[in-house]
């Protein structure tokens, strides 16, 4: 895919987005949460195998850095700034945007995990082994 460069990349920091817009006319809003869960980089998608990353619906974009004419990295409010979304991501990202944030979901739900931070639950704890005091 040789997806064209975006022509305005807009931080809007109150509703958290980043909003990509073509030169064209198209555009999309992505929530930092989306792009955070689904961030290009290693410790996201793993060494062949995604993982699967909760508790990022508050999480924001705190900076946007232009990576060469090929990129951009986005700076996260949680510390992830490792991530590279090149102009495929951010295309792939936006025209399957409703496809995979229902998968992302589907995933959580599965896995008994949650979109905030500060909920764990109980489904996606280990049970402990009971074993009876010797008398």
Known sequence: M???KPDKLILHKVSRCLEV???DGQSYRLP???LRVHSPSAEVQGHGKPVLVGGKREVAITALKAVG???VKLVFDDGHDTGLYSWEVLADLG???EQYWASYLARLEEM????DSEVVKLAALQPKKYTPPKA
Do not use: D, L
């Open 2 to 4: 040789n997806a064209p």
């Open 21 to 23: 817009k073509y030169a």
């Open 32 to 34: 930092a949460e989306y």
């Open 69 to 71: 004419r090929y990129a």
């Open 95 to 97: 025209a399957h945007q």
């Open 112 to 115: 008994g995990m949650s979109r």
